[in-house]
């Protein structure tokens, strides 16, 4: 079953501007993990973030994670057309042993 | 150096047909993944190995069967391949131990878009 869902499911923005996009999951977490494709390759890994942390830097990106609510959100800062690409969360969750689930992802454009 | 390597990376056959996927990783990984994403890209486990042990069988049909000769290798073999087969195809290896808990991120290959006409 899906665990993670992401949200908006697309989101059109402007160079320089940021973009925000939340993922809400159903069970327990033991950790959540945000992961980037660009078009035709392969996800790559951004963040993990575990369940005992509230927040996560790395370079332009910062997640966070509210246990309480089940969800998590990825901001990406003064994005980059580079930044096109779909976004997913993926959850190791209490009723999925050793399976990372993935949502269907945020399709982000960033236009020049 | 590719550290996650899918070939081919693209295969069009018609139904009924036999055929596999190959995936090698390069990072010394414990633990490999196949990984199915249908067109609205959801993308859903298969299976997972761990030192050439199969840890989950995600109630995939058993036309599909998966092979790892070795730690580094994964290979996926398609029986009788049907229309609903059509995907892409996505290999991974992380550092776990295919124990029940998730720690490390999960390293993919670039896909093999399967097509059945």
């Known amino acids: 079953s899906q665990q993670g869902e992401e949200d908006p499911q697309a989101l059109s923005i402007q160079e320089g501007e940021n973009a925000t996009m939340n993922c809400s999951y159903k069970?327990?977490?033991?950790?959540l993990q945000w992961y980037r494709q660009n078009s035709g390759r392969g996800l790559v890994h951004l963040i993990l973030?575990?369940?005992?942390?509230r927040e996560k830097h790395s370079g332009r990106l910062r997640v966070t994670l509210d246990t309480s609510k089940k969800s998590s959100s990825l901001l990406i800062t003064a994005s980059r057309a580079a930044d096109t690409a779909s976004y997913f969360c993926?959850?190791?969750?209490?009723?999925?042993?050793?399976?990372?689930?993935f949502g269907a992802g945020t399709q982000v454009v960033v236009t020049p | 150096d590719t550290a996650v390597s899918q070939t081919p990376k693209y295969l069009v056959t018609q139904m009924g047909n036999d055929k596999s996927i190959k995936c090698e990783q390069n990072?010394?990984?414990?633990?490999m993944y196949w990984y199915k994403q249908d067109s609205k890209k959801f993308l859903k486990i298969m299976f997972s190995y761990n030192n050439k042990e199969l840890i989950i069988n995600e109630t995939v049909p058993n036309r599909f069967s998966p092979k790892s000769p070795d730690k580094a290798h994964l290979n996926l073999h398609i029986n009788s391949l049907e229309l609903g087969d059509s995907a892409v195809y996505f290999c991974?290896?992380?550092?776990?131990?295919?124990?029940?808990?998730?720690?490390?991120?999960?390293?993919f290959g670039n896909g093999t878009r399967l097509t059945v006409t």
């Open positions: 991974a290896s992380s550092q776990d131990s295919g124990s029940w808990l998730i720690n490390s991120p999960l390293h």
């Open positions: 993926a959850t190791d969750g209490a009723d999925s042993w050793g399976k990372l689930q």
């Open positions: 069970t327990s977490i033991n950790n």
């Open positions: 973030i575990r369940s005992n942390e």
């Open positions: 990072l010394g990984h414990d633990t």
